[in-house]
């Protein structure tokens, strides 16, 4: 099993975050923003790819949060930029249908044409190295977590004891768990439901609590646990994000 891998997941399973997995993706998010601002961004080969591919609006607008290299990311749009211009610009223009007079008569060709554009430009603007590199390192990283639950001791008692997961970060492990023997899958899954089962239950509690401290009756009762029982809840259903927290900034 890879090292690079087992080294970040065991530090991610012992740190304080909510979800682990989370915590890991993250941050090799962080690392591959810092890739494309960094070094890379003047290396051709980067540069190629980037010029095809740009970046998603999410990774758009965490790159422009980073402020590392406004110079670079100026030099990749820029690139980028032109490289989209030439693809699409030209068609685009042409697609225009003409206008249907008494002699040429109606046709449906500038449909087919105008949905082929339209299809090439969402296409585009889909794609994303950050996302492509970052779905590959959490294959590896589930993967990774398996292996170690069924042959690390010490992390299955990590795993097993009382870390929560995220659901979007559940059903990823699900997945990696119907690709394990019964055995393994058996051991793996009671482990993973049974924390899930506990987070439910707490967070259903916890955001009742902080309903009922809006009764003028509760004012005085302490809010224990409760007080950001939102936000957790939030995580625990999609995922950590920055929105989500406690402070409310952004
Ligand atoms: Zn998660
Ligand atoms: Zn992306």
Known sequence: MEKIYMIPVNDAYQSSAACPICELKQKAEQNYLEYYLGPSLMEPDTRKITNKTGFCPEHMGKLNQSVTNRLGLGLMMHTHLKDFNEDITKDLVNAAPGKAGLIKGRTTDY????????????????????????????????????????????????????????????????????????????????????????????????????????????????????????????????????????????
Not at 123 to 147: F, G, Q, T
Not at 207 to 228: A, I
């Open 111 to 250: 449909k087919a044409k105008l949905n082929s554009i339209a299809d090439r430009i969402d296409k585009r603007v889909s794609l994303c190295p950050i996302c492509d590199k970052l779905n590959d390192a959490m294959e590896h990283y589930i993967e990774v977590i398996c292996w170690m639950y069924a042959h690390d001791p010490a992390f299955k008692e990590k795993f097993t004891d009382g870390k929560c997961h995220c659901l979007p970060h559940t059903a990823l492990l699900l997945r990696q768990a119907a690709k394990l023997s019964q055995n393994e899958a058996a051991d793996f899954v009671t482990a993973l439901a049974s924390s899930t089962e506990a987070n439910f239950t707490s967070l259903i509690d916890d955001v009742e609590f902080f309903t009922l401290k809006f009764d003028y009756r509760n004012n005085d009762k302490p809010w224990g646990n409760s007080k950001n029982s939102i936000q957790r809840s939030m995580r625990f259903l999609s995922s950590d994000r920055r929105d989500f927290d406690e402070t409310g900034k952004r």
